[in-house]
């Protein structure tokens, strides 16, 4: 797949052109809870050591909002590997916080008991950051794999919507305003133009 730079970010071309809005009457949190029999582990996903910070810090909280749903926090909520912190997941690939209607963190900010914000590695997806040799901004596979937005992906079609524009206050919330504007018009460059051949 080819490529773009911006402020030394590698921009992968989907994430370009992708349409994409968020349909979570259809997909109930899907990316949440990727049940699968392919014998795939599905990984929480990466949060920072603040974000896992804040999140230990209202155990009591979140367990009273899972306790509704029938769930509890594991022991560790957060595990490590690589280096990398993630949120810890179930045998199926259930995200520890997930309910059967939603997150409890934005349950939490709802009601505001608490103030913090939801893991920005959530926050971006379907958009995903990995750190190779350089930073890399693509759309992550595992709607591809599992048909998790399916519905996602045709709302944003049948709306207009692209993924860009959904992802903005992520994207600029992880990568600054600069990056985005000149993401922004990068990817209207690149739809507007009549062969797509060049980014």
Do not use: W
């Not at 590698?10 to 370009?16: C, F, M, P, S």
């Not at 520890?96 to 963190?105: E, F, I, P, T, V």
């Not at 048909?147 to 992520?170: M, N, P, R, V, W």
């Amino acid at each position: 797949m080819r490529t773009t730079q911006i402020n030394g970010i590698i921009v992968h071309e989907d994430v370009l052109h992708t349409k994409f809005a968020c349909d979570y009457q259809m997909c109930r949190g899907g990316c949440c809870y990727v049940e699968n029999d392919k014998g795939i582990v599905y990984e929480g996903c990466e949060i920072t050591a603040d974000e896992e910070r804040l999140i230990l810090s209202s155990t009591t909280t979140l367990n009273r909002i899972l306790e509704q749903d029938g769930r509890k926090l594991p022991k560790t909520c957060t595990y490590t590997k690589n280096g990398e912190h993630y949120i810890t997941c179930d045998a199926k690939g259930r995200c520890c916080l997930h309910l059967s209607y939603g997150c409890a963190l934005r349950v939490a900010q709802r009601e505001g008991t608490i103030t913090y914000g939801n893991p920005i590695a959530c926050d971006l997806y379907p958009l995903v950051v990995t750190q190779l040799r350089r930073v890399h901004l693509r759309v992550g596979h595992y709607y591809d794999e599992f048909h998790l937005c399916d519905a996602a992906l045709e709302k944003g079609k049948h709306e207009g919507i692209y993924l860009i524009d959904f992802c903005k206050t992520a994207l600029i919330r992880r990568f600054g305003e600069a990056f985005f504007y000149k993401l922004k018009k990068r990817a209207d460059d690149y739809n507007n133009s009549s062969t797509n051949e060049e980014l």
